[in-house]
């Protein structure tokens, strides 16, 4: 089946991850960047265009739309984000396609020594022969989640042209800000009016998630004196160096992102900025399990203290505020989604593998407010950098795995 979809996919990935639409984590508006409206008004237009029903832009930015069942059966909802991620410019992507992939190393015009090696991503190595779409070489690709978008409008439209195909209702959901743990706001789950729902992002073919990270956000405020420095003897109070030694402290030889891998969490300083008078840092919290993810929070405090205490004269805050939480604290107790998604993969021959999330979904946060929602491959890999890659092909097999989940829970009853 995945040749009938190859052509659509690449046409949509390519089409979509040309328009800018990066979150912005500094913004308090819905989307936190007026140019996600680019994308969700594209696909409004897009599912209407389709023949989709109760298409509609909420008024927090998220995209809704209705397949009907061909037959009874619970809902489903399949949800992609149209964010990308602020880490790595976003702007101007130039998305290109390397057809029949010959297995060597991939170079890239816009960034001259800029190499993604077999060698070094295995799972590339596995892609011989199939088509690779890349950016240039100077932004990321955003297949997170653009692949996604365009693995759900393309069985989408397969199903509304296909009416003899069984399935029960879908809804469909496009949403912002996902990279900034934003994208599931207190209407979504009401508004989407599913009974468990699926996200389309994540990873190699055959990953199917159902655990995350728990995560919190911290930021630390440093106030210090200012004064000339010509005259600071014994007034002065630098922020600078009292932020450089809150970093110094954190263990970061064993609590980092760079030093940690599959069940380990860690604390990140995503940022850091001001100058001698006042800093904020800002960092994420992350780990699998609760109190876990406390005792990172307890040990920023208690170095935030252990700083302040050096330096009576100035004032540290540091303030810690929840995400999201593990998906696998509720799906644990309710593993239908997951089975059934299982069950897709055996009736594909894919083989499936369900390892935790170094990171968070939307699905997250859905699960959490009381619709299961596990993760499914996309294909996508290296994401928010310039070696973010995608197999079409990939996303062709994610495409039938979408289809093939309608089709299964139209016919089964997961209460």
């Known amino acids: 089946m995945s040749y009938l979809f190859d052509q659509e996919l690449e046409e949509r990935l390519v089409r979509y991850a040309a328009i800018d639409s990066q979150s912005d984590e500094t913004s308090t508006s819905s989307p936190s960047s007026k140019i996600q409206l680019d994308m969700l008004q594209l696909l409004e237009a897009e599912l209407v265009e389709i023949g989709a029903k109760n298409v509609r832009l909420t008024d927090y930015g998220v995209v809704l739309a209705t397949i009907p069942g061909t037959i009874d059966g619970p809902t489903i909802g399949l949800l992609?984000?149209?964010?990308?991620?602020?880490?790595?410019?976003?702007?101007?992507?130039?998305?290109?396609?390397?057809?029949?992939?010959?297995?060597g190393d991939i170079t890239f015009p816009d960034a001259a020594g800029l190499v993604l090696s077999p060698e070094e991503y295995p799972y590339l190595a596995e892609k011989v022969g199939q088509d690779i779409v890349t950016a240039s070489g100077t932004t990321l690709l955003g297949a997170d989640d653009k692949a996604g978008i365009a693995i759900i409008m393309t069985a989408a439209r397969h199903l509304l042209n296909h009416p003899e195909i069984s399935h029960g209702p879908i809804r469909i959901a496009f949403t912002p800000d996902e990279e900034i743990g934003r994208g599931v706001t207190a209407p979504l789950p009401d508004d989407l009016a599913a009974d468990f729902a699926y996200t389309f992002d994540g990873a190699a073919v055959g990953l199917i998630e159902y655990e995350s990270f728990s995560a919190d956000a911290a930021e630390i405020k440093i106030t210090g004196i200012s004064i000339h420095p010509g005259s600071a003897k014994g007034k002065m109070v630098n922020a600078i160096h009292l932020a450089s030694k809150i970093i110094a402290t954190l263990p970061q030889a064993t609590m980092t992102p760079e030093v940690t891998d599959k069940r380990e969490g860690f604390i990140h300083a995503t940022q850091m900025y001001g100058d001698a008078a006042e800093m904020t840092i800002k960092l994420i919290l992350r780990d699998f399990e609760r109190d876990a993810l406390t005792a990172k929070g307890d040990l920023l405090q208690q170095v935030c203290l252990a700083v302040q205490a050096t330096e009576p004269r100035a004032e540290i805050s540091c303030i810690i505020s929840p995400q999201y939480r593990n998906m696998r604290y509720w799906l644990e107790s309710d593993m239908g989604p997951v089975d059934l998604a299982r069950a897709a993969s055996i009736k594909l021959g894919i083989e499936s593998v369900s390892v935790p999330i170094r990171g968070g979904t939307d699905g997250s946060i859905l699960t959490e407010m009381g619709v299961p929602t596990p993760n499914i491959f996309t294909g996508m890999q290296n994401i928010h950098g310039p070696l973010e890659w995608i197999s079409v092909q990939d996303m062709a097999k994610a495409t039938e795995f979408c289809l093939t989940l309608t089709e299964l829970a139209g016919k089964k009853n997961l209460n």
Request: no cysteine; hydrophobic share 35%; glycine share 12%.
């Open 80 to 103: 992609a984000h149209v964010d990308t991620a602020p880490q790595f410019n976003a702007t101007g992507v130039k998305p290109r396609v390397i057809r029949g992939y010959n297995g």
